[in-house]
Every structure is written in C-alpha cells, then in structure tokens.
C-alpha cells in the first residue's frame, strides 16, 4: 500500500475564507492506486512553513502531493520550497503534467510545479485548482506505484 501527504497552499484556505477542494479531489483520485492519505493539512504561502511541512512528512510517507503555489505570482513559492527538500529531481513528471495541460490551455507552460524525492519519498506539486489537479494527476497516476517501487530500492526492471 503507498502512503500520502497532502499539503494544500492557500492564504485564503488557511485562514478558512476558502474552502479547500484540490485536496480532497487528490485524495479520491489516490484512492484507484490504493493509496491511503495519513496526512493532510492547509497552510499559508509561506516558503519555510512549506519546507518545514515537507521535511516533516519525508520518511513519514510514500508521496506527498503539494496542490497550489505554483505559478508566476509572488506568493507563489511552493516549488521554490520543494527544490530546497529534494535530493534528486524527476523532471518527466512535471514536463508531462505541463505538456498534458497544454492540451487543454497554453497557460499551463506557466507552471513551475517540480517533482523529486527525498529519502524514500517522493513529492510532486500539482496546481491549485481542482480541475487541473484531476488532469495533472491522471496522467501520472499510472507510473507512481512503479515509482515509490523504484524508490524504496525496488530491483525489478523499468522496460516493459
């Protein structure tokens, strides 16, 4: 079974001036691969709150899903956060969430989203809203399994 974080960025969100909607539409979606959420919390956009979140969750669970903060905006600090946790980036899952967007919109090149692992856990940050996270997430859904496998020092084979 693959454990998850789900950290949602939002001002308005951790004030509760708006409801959160993104996270609990990851955690369904996870919900296909078996995975079970152990953690989920909302915090403002503030870039040590968020690493300090993430180094937290690391070795606490399998994945941890970020879900706003990443875009141009100045509050937007969520993979500026995720590239001072990381140890090793995995840029095919960021590019093929923005190329899958750009299907839908071209403002999804905007994106800054990031994804990596630190330890034995993997975090990918996904967009603030909710359709975008479902569409982001379904394309890389498939694959996360093989890769929380890969991380934790599987030695089964990649090719198929």
Known sequence: MITAAILTLS??????????????????ILKRIGAEVLHYD??????????????????????VFTTGG??????????????????????????????EGLKKTRRSMLSRAVAGYRGKTL?????????????????????LPHAVAKIKGSQEECGR
């Open 123 to 143: 975090i990918i940050n996904l967009p603030g809203s909710p359709a975008a996270v479902r569409e982001n997430l379904e394309v890389i859904l498939d694959v």
């Open 70 to 99: 990443t875009g141009l905006s100045p509050r937007d600090v969520t993979p500026d956060a995720t590239l001072e946790v990381i140890e090793k980036q995995i840029p095919g899952i960021a590019e093929t969430m923005r190329m």
């Open 11 to 28: 001002d308005k969100g951790s004030r509760g001036e708006r409801k959160d909607t993104s996270g609990p539409a990851i955690a369904d």
């Open 42 to 63: 909302i915090l403002p956009d503030e870039q040590i709150l968020i690493k300090e979140k993430l180094l937290y969750y690391c070795g606490r669970v399998d994945i």
